[in-house]
């Protein structure tokens, strides 16, 4: 059995790009990422939508639609969220089963609930919301070098639809998470087999094409050594079996092919699938 997988864009931000590329010079990451005059860098927020017979599932939420005016500007955040990709799916919140989050930063998470009059409710009310146990209890003691991203109107309203895991486990038949730390301690990779092999979404292991090189680590990175380490390890796998991996925050070609570059045969590149 395998799951068919449509890319859902559930909405644009920009992000300082001293930020997204750590300890890599600007000389070097604004001829990869062109950033503004705010020397913010484009990023999209991708989703997958996973069907199997009747079973929809949803990987990852996007920032969500809970944002004052002031936050919007300050990232840039589109006026546009998941829910507005799966309406154009012919698909209503209500109809997902499962929700996998790779972890519970604002612009992974945001989208689990949404306001309804003032109150943040689940978006997704059917739904068991699928986390790493240690993220989960990161999250809520807010244990993260950004402030203000595990915010708790993302957080309190899904309490009762949490399935936390350890490690590495089966959500359902062809559907896996195994443990991705680095960017957090409890990041979660999704694993799914899919009609054309297996397509792994590492989320901020890799956030762009750009993020290939190990050093090319986010300065938001709770353990910048270990989320290198889990990089290579994702990509030396993808690029020895095959995997397709999904890109979490590409604006551009989502779904890549890990390669070893010439040059520099330890280390791999991103080429964007046919
Ligand atoms: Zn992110």
């Given at each position: 059995m395998t799951w068919s997988i449509k890319i859902l864009r559930a909405g644009t931000m920009r992000l300082d790009g001293g930020g997204m590329f750590g300890v890599v010079p600007k000389t070097m990451w604004e001829r990869l990422s062109k950033p503004d005059e705010h020397n913010r860098i484009l990023l999209q927020t991708n989703c997958l939508l996973l069907e199997q017979g009747g079973t929809k599932v949803l990987v990852e939420t996007g920032c969500?639609?809970?944002?004052?005016k002031k936050e919007r500007e300050i990232y840039a955040?589109?006026?546009?969220?998941v829910v507005d990709a799966l309406h154009e799916e012919n698909i209503d919140p209500s109809e997902i089963s499962h929700v996998v989050v790779s972890h519970l930063h604002f612009d992974h998470a945001g989208g689990l609930t949404t306001l309804n009059k003032d109150c943040p409710v689940p978006t997704f009310p059917n739904a068991a919301v699928h986390v790493q146990a240690q993220e989960w209890a990161d999250a809520n003691q807010n244990r993260?070098?950004?402030?203000?991203?595990?915010?708790p109107t993302h957080l309190e309203p899904i309490v009762s639809q949490v399935k936390t895991h350890t490690e590495a486990s089966t959500i359902l038949e062809g559907l896996t998470v195994a443990s991705a730390p680095?960017?957090?301690?409890g990041q979660q990779a999704i694993h799914i087999t899919a009609p054309n092999g297996q397509v792994v979404f590492p989320a901020d292991v890799v956030?762009?094409?750009?993020?290939?090189?190990?050093?090319?680590?986010?300065?938001?990175?709770?353990?910048p050594y270990t989320a290198m380490q889990t990089k290579i390890n994702v990509l030396t796998q993808a690029a020895e079996q095959g995997w397709t991996i999904a890109l979490g925050h590409e604006p551009g070609p989502v779904l890549v092919k890990a390669e070893s570059d010439p040059e520099r045969p330890e280390r791999r590149r991103l080429v964007p699938c046919q």
């Amino acid at each position: 059995m395998t799951w068919s997988i449509k890319i859902l864009r559930a909405g644009t931000m920009r992000l300082d790009g001293g930020g997204m590329f750590g300890v890599v010079p600007k000389t070097m990451w604004e001829r990869l990422s062109k950033p503004d005059e705010h020397n913010r860098i484009l990023l999209q927020t991708n989703c997958l939508l996973l069907e199997q017979g009747g079973t929809k599932v949803l990987v990852e939420t996007g920032c969500g639609s809970k944002w004052s005016k002031k936050e919007r500007e300050i990232y840039a955040i589109e006026d546009r969220t998941v829910v507005d990709a799966l309406h154009e799916e012919n698909i209503d919140p209500s109809e997902i089963s499962h929700v996998v989050v790779s972890h519970l930063h604002f612009d992974h998470a945001g989208g689990l609930t949404t306001l309804n009059k003032d109150c943040p409710v689940p978006t997704f009310p059917n739904a068991a919301v699928h986390v790493q146990a240690q993220e989960w209890a990161d999250a809520n003691q807010n244990r993260a070098v950004m402030t203000r991203t595990y915010l708790p109107t993302h957080l309190e309203p899904i309490v009762s639809q949490v399935k936390t895991h350890t490690e590495a486990s089966t959500i359902l038949e062809g559907l896996t998470v195994a443990s991705a730390p680095g960017h957090t301690w409890g990041q979660q990779a999704i694993h799914i087999t899919a009609p054309n092999g297996q397509v792994v979404f590492p989320a901020d292991v890799v956030p762009t094409i750009h993020h290939a090189p190990p050093a090319f680590v986010m300065a938001y990175d709770i353990e910048p050594y270990t989320a290198m380490q889990t990089k290579i390890n994702v990509l030396t796998q993808a690029a020895e079996q095959g995997w397709t991996i999904a890109l979490g925050h590409e604006p551009g070609p989502v779904l890549v092919k890990a390669e070893s570059d010439p040059e520099r045969p330890e280390r791999r590149r991103l080429v964007p699938c046919q």
